[in-house]
């Protein structure tokens, strides 16, 4: 297991985390998406024990390793595995040397080193040097690396980010198969929503210092927490709404509570947002929308419609289509699925 609680750090007097929580089960593979500069990298660091939490506490198993009341726990002693961005891997050594070295037993685990290459795919790169290999083996090699020390946990930080997106999607499969296999907890720092929310087992979302929300990907996407957790998931319109005691008012109509799955729980009187993605609408010719097509763009295999003038308030949405519409067409839409409310600005 891996787990933050409520970790604050700060960087030359600048507050990067402000009570960050988040635990990782072993054998669940966890991404961790947010902006640049929101902080992933510095959670990264905190559990490989690479920076010291200014308030909170670090867990890598089931001990404290940092933080409040706790003996500072060195890196090296902590046994996790890491692969950053850049990889570092040592020039000078083959693949299978490294992984040798850094195992502390150096030819003697070359059995051990080897399987570890086989179920990554890269056996045949044992005796090739960094300079030799793809971008993509070279991720491999340096995944295969940090599995060598047979650590407790994998902190993997963008390593597959200078990949194109087909050959990222492979490598990520196998990376993550094999530590669910191997029982461990896996932490993926990304900034790419589409290649997490198809593969992880959960998804972390990470703005304004903390973790603000995190569940399985279908469910972050489809009941985003807040609105900036709907931005970062997907394409996504924003509506004022309000609860009543019998409908959920908005620019487009009102309706009835049981369209949201937490209206009741936000209660009579709650302000905040809809969050509509392109999927939440749909185009009927029956429809009890209305509005006109502004622009449309084509999209794997789908047209992105942006639709203005919807409902009272003259509201802008976004849908998708399977055909293309002119500019000004009339169109009509219903409502598909839940309404997600949401807290936060526009």
Known sequence: MLKLEDVHFSYHKREVLRGASLEVPCGEVIALLGRTGCGKSTAIRLLAGLEMPARGRVFVGNSAVAGDGFTFVAPEQRNVGIVFQSLALWPHMTVLGSLEFVSG??????GAARSILEELGIAHLADRRPGALSGGESALAAVARALAQSPRALLLDEPFSGL?????AEIRGRVFALARERNLPLLYVTHLRHEVLSSADRLAVMADGRVQQCAAPYEVYCRPATAEVARLTGEVSFLSAEVTAQNIVTP?????RS?????EQLGTGWKGLVALRPESLRLAGDGRLAGRVRDAEFSAG????RIGGVGPGGSEVQVDSDSKLGVGAEVRLNLVGDLALVAGRA
């Open 302 to 305: 789908r047209w992105r419609l």
């Open 252 to 256: 487009i109509g009102a309706f009835n």
């Open 164 to 168: 194109d997106a087909t050959r990222r």
């Open 259 to 263: 369209a949201s799955p937490n209206a």
């Open 105 to 110: 037993e150096g030819k003697a685990a070359g």
